[in-house]
């Protein structure tokens, strides 16, 4: 079973460029949340993807934005890049989105991005 | 709102020591628990879970954490730990409830020393 996993692996941009980072989730898994995680810092939750929508959204401006396809893998965009958005990007699957009990997320390596 | 602390952000410790990483949560409703670590240019690996049930969670790599209600804790323990276990280490809460955001807390540097 192959375990979650992101590309690039590391990335360098200028500001006020836009970047694509890709994320392929664990076979079986239909959600997708990504993180942003800054330097000496905990991640932070961006926005989740279940079943091709948008299923909720951290404290991120518009210029973050998402998308998943129909094989569950995502995209994270970001545009007009700006140097606080250096970074470690975390991609995490998980199984299900039910009602009412926690589904474990599983997360990939991440992309370092850094912007000049 | 939900928010994690984590009290201290470098433990060192020698091996073979006993250690404790500190974590409080603050949550208006019941909450899942979690703790996973960090290995240099690595992503998280889930150690253990808080979801229900036994309040003292065993995790991978002999880890454990108790679930303390009143005190709105999950404090993370080894008994003896190793050169290994030098990583960075990271609470996280959620509330579940039809939804699996995570919540993570700033992160505790754990530095085993010989």
């Known amino acids: 079973e192959t375990g979650v996993t992101q590309s690039p692996t590391h990335l360098i941009k200028t500001r006020g460029q836009q970047v694509t980072l890709r994320c392929s989730s664990q076979?079986?898994?239909?959600?997708v949340s990504w993180y942003q995680q800054a330097l000496g810092q905990g991640p932070q939750f961006i926005f989740q993807y279940y079943r091709e929508e948008e299923n909720g959204r951290g404290n991120f401006p518009p210029r973050f934005s998402g998308l998943q396809f129909p094989n569950y893998s995502s995209e994270l965009n970001v545009n007009a890049l700006e140097l606080d958005d250096s970074a470690l990007y975390l991609c995490a699957s998980s199984p299900e989105t039910s009602g009412s009990f926690y589904n474990e997320q599983f997360f990939g390596p991440g992309t370092r991005l850094t912007v000049l | 709102a939900q928010s994690v602390t984590q009290l201290d952000s470098q433990v060192p410790v020698f091996e073979e020591a006993p250690v404790e990483l500190r974590c409080n949560y603050s949550?208006?409703?019941?909450?899942?628990l979690f703790w996973y670590v960090q290995y240099p240019n690595q992503g998280l690996q889930l150690l253990l879970k808080y979801l229900s049930g036994s309040t003292l969670v065993k995790g991978i790599n002999g880890f454990e954490a108790e679930f303390n209600k009143s005190q709105t804790s999950f404090h993370l323990r080894k008994p003896s730990v190793h050169i290994s276990d030098t990583a960075e280490y990271f609470c996280a809460v959620t509330w579940g409830y039809n939804t699996d955001k995570l919540i993570f807390g700033t992160g505790t540097r754990l530095q085993v020393f010989p």
């Open positions: 076979s079986g898994h239909n959600t």
């Open positions: 949550s208006s409703v019941s909450v899942y």
